[in-house]
């Protein structure tokens, strides 16, 4: 199984201080580059986010994904900023945008409620297996951070179920990962990131996007 380098949130920061710098933005992003959403509704940070990421190529070329965690969304994009796709996402059972140095290595049974958050950050993802034998998209190897089709183990969760109201108010269940709908996973993520694997941005939640993004911590599961 490959290791991946864990990405700086302080790159995270630097984007978001630049979305926020408002006139700024346009002196370093054509004002003609933005991404295509496809009619689809997104928030002002996912869109803001995903022109900045357009405009400015940082990327550079390769497909990307940006986790909206105040909505429980995520949107997959091609190289270009097309949309690809779009599909509610089940995120960390606790709000916060930082996860404890070493979640990584504990025991799930070990990992307190208030523990199991899904840290914001970008990451530069790549295709693996889980202990399972299941291919998912590491974000964070070390921190046992990924994107991967719903667990459906524990029938008490109700996971599927979550994914499918209308509500983003009870997406809130995983232990830091982001779960998708398993065909979301199949149709698009796969397809489009197994190539040449991407970039992930997992927006935060309680920080306002203008603030820097420190690095504290790998994520968790």
Not at 78 to 87: P, W
Request: hydrophobic content about 45%; charged content about 20%; aromatic content about 6%.
């Amino acid at each position: 199984m490959r290791r991946l380098k864990p990405s700086s949130l302080a790159r995270l920061g630097l984007c978001l201080a630049l979305l926020a710098a408002g006139p700024a933005v346009a002196q370093v992003a054509p004002a003609a580059a933005h991404a295509d959403f496809a009619g689809q509704p997104a928030s002002p940070e996912a869109r803001s986010l995903a022109d900045w990421v357009v405009g400015t190529g940082d990327t550079r070329g390769l497909p990307f994904v940006i986790v909206d965690k105040i909505e429980a969304r995520v949107f997959a994009f091609d190289a270009s900023g097309r949309l690809v796709g779009s599909v509610p996402a089940l995120l960390g059972l606790a709000r916060g945008d930082d996860s404890v140095p070493g979640i990584g290595s504990r025991r799930l049974a070990d990992i307190t409620p208030e523990l199991r958050i899904t840290p914001a950050g970008r990451f530069e993802a790549g295709f693996g297996r889980n202990l399972a034998g299941q291919d998912i998209l590491w974000l964070d190897y070390d921190g046992a951070l990924s994107l991967h089709r719903v667990a459906t183990g524990n029938l008490a969760e109700r996971r599927p179920q979550r994914l499918a109201t209308a509500s983003a108010l009870d997406n809130r269940i995983s232990y830091g990962c982001i779960n998708v709908p398993a065909d979301f996973f199949d149709d698009v993520i796969l397809p489009l990131l197994s190539p040449a694997d991407g970039i992930v941005y997992i927006l935060p939640e309680l920080r306002p996007l203008g603030d820097p993004i420190s690095l504290a911590g790998p994520g968790t599961r």
